[in-house]
């Protein structure tokens, strides 16, 4: 018979696939609730992603988004950083190679008289500038990055709870009436 293994039973194959069917059911099941601690981590390692399997999705996005913001802001610096870099080593050669040309050779020389160059100063600053724009893109980065796992712990922890509390006013002949309403059920 064609579709069935040797050696196997009729009733042996229909219970078989009965039992993998029932085995993916209960997989199933326990792969649609996440976890706190797991939603932490999934959100800790990519933002967004314990929201996404809490069912949070907008709040997915919002946490994807900043830290994609974070890492471009990262990758810009980082960029800047370089061309700061660059520029600041091109100004101090010229500024040697003018200094070496003047007869001036002694290197605590050269490096004193850098210092005082307008230009080298003002790229050596720019660089300090960027690698301190580096450092604070760097630690928004990872602030974003452990608030999404931490509000994903939170989410999920809070994913059943009940209706919130809601307190209604209205302002009724001379007083004002105020009703609670909590859910039952």
Request: proline letters at 4%; a negative charge.
């Amino acid at each position: 018979m064609p579709g069935r293994l040797v050696g196997q039973e009729g009733g042996a194959a229909a219970a078989d696939t009965t039992q993998v069917a029932d085995s993916l059911a209960v997989l199933d099941a326990v792969a649609g609730g996440i976890s706190p601690s797991g939603a932490f981590l999934r959100g800790s390692l990519i933002p967004g992603w314990g929201h996404a399997a809490s069912g949070s999705l907008t709040r997915g996005a919002f946490y994807f988004g900043a830290e994609s913001l974070a890492g471009w802001m990262l990758y810009k610096t980082a960029r800047r950083l370089g061309v700061a870099r660059e520029q600041a080593r091109v100004w101090e050669e010229r500024v040697t190679a003018q200094l070496m040309v003047d007869g001036v050779t002694d290197p605590m020389e050269i490096e004193t008289l850098l210092g005082e160059n307008e230009q080298v100063a003002r790229f050596r600053g720019l660089v300090d500038a960027r690698e301190e724009q580096r450092e604070d893109w760097f630690a928004v980065a990872i602030f974003t990055l452990l608030l999404s796992g931490v509000d994903a712990f939170v989410s999920t922890h809070l994913q059943d709870f009940p209706e919130p509390l809601t307190i209604e006013g209205n302002p009724v002949g001379g007083g004002f009436e105020v009703a609670v309403r909590i859910p039952v059920g």
